[in-house]
């Protein structure tokens, strides 16, 4: 008998929200940044002073109370025209609807006037008043998530998502391709947890997902070394190692326990892989996570 089969559900969340390289800076006018691109979103927020953005032949400048919204994977330099003070931070989200959004129809630049910025400003007047120490505890980490938060629920009121828009079409399918291998990475080893049974059909397969998704598999392996530096095999193996070092940390999870819900045939197979991802043994890097808490208690 199905005791939820009247259940009204919300949908499971498990994403990576990554909020990273923040930091405020005061710099004089020969201060630049050479050109560069990343693979996560750059919010710049300018407090005082001009700076300068350069990309593609063409020029922003941004002044006091400006913010910029830099895209992945877009190529551009930074330099200060006069002396500067600024606040800046990466972030991305395994929401490749989101993403897609964000670059179709956000602005790189929103004046000071402009309703966006003034929306959008006091969240990072937040940010800049949590910057106090070098250490920050469980709370100021959940703020900064807060925070972030409503800057995207933003971000996501600003901007509508065209399902027909062309031009993000290679980030938007090597996007997608990632969130895939995570989810079904993350659906097996919930089955394994529940049944003590894996199916690797759908995980391996990389190439089936590709054509599931209506591209070759040549145009989705090379789009996806494009946006992240490696290949999908690489990259499910990074996934399966921080899914490893999660489930280390429980000790309900025998090392078998692990190497099964990772997809693996035997513990040895696993065992080889591990130390290979990170230079220790399975039971080795448990051991030193032991030690490690004991250490603190």
């Not at 993350?186 to 947890?193: D, E, G, Q």
Request: net charge neutral.
């Amino acid at each position: 008998m199905d005791f939820l089969k009247n259940a009204k559900r919300l949908p499971a969340i498990d994403w990576n929200l990554n909020f990273f390289g923040a930091h405020m800076q005061s710099v004089n006018e020969d201060w630049h940044v050479p050109e560069e691109q990343h693979q996560a979103f750059e919010f710049i927020y300018v407090i005082d002073g001009t700076e300068k953005i350069s990309f593609n032949n063409n020029e922003i400048i941004l002044c006091s109370g400006d913010l910029a919204l830099i895209p992945p994977g877009f190529k551009h330099s930074v330099k200060a025209v006069e002396n500067l003070t600024y606040f800046c931070f990466h972030f991305g989200i395994d929401e490749p609807i989101f993403e897609l959004q964000l670059i179709q129809n956000s602005s790189i630049h929103y004046s000071n006037s402009s309703p966006e910025a003034q929306t959008l400003t006091p969240y990072f007047k937040k940010f800049i008043m949590l910057i106090s120490s070098n250490i920050y505890l469980f709370s100021i980490k959940m703020k900064i998530q807060i925070i972030l938060s409503e800057i995207l629920m933003i971000l996501d009121q600003q901007t509508v998502f065209d399902e027909n828009y062309t031009g993000a079409n290679q980030l938007y399918y090597a996007r997608l391709i990632a969130e895939i291998l995570k989810t079904n990475l993350l659906n097996n080893v919930s089955n394994y947890i529940k049944t003590k049974y894996y199916n690797s059909n759908d995980e391996f397969n990389i190439a089936k997902t590709m054509n599931e998704i209506g591209i070759s598999t040549g145009y989705g392996f090379r789009i996806f070394k494009k946006i992240y530096g490696l290949s999908p095999r690489q990259y499910l193996s990074r996934l399966k190692l921080k899914k490893a070092q999660q489930m280390m940390l429980n000790p309900q999870f025998s090392i078998s326990d692990i190497a099964f819900a990772l997809g693996y045939q035997n513990i040895s197979s696993f065992s080889r892989q591990f130390k290979r991802w990170n230079g220790y043994s399975p039971i080795a890097y448990r051991s030193a996570i032991i030690h490690s808490t004991n250490n603190l208690t």
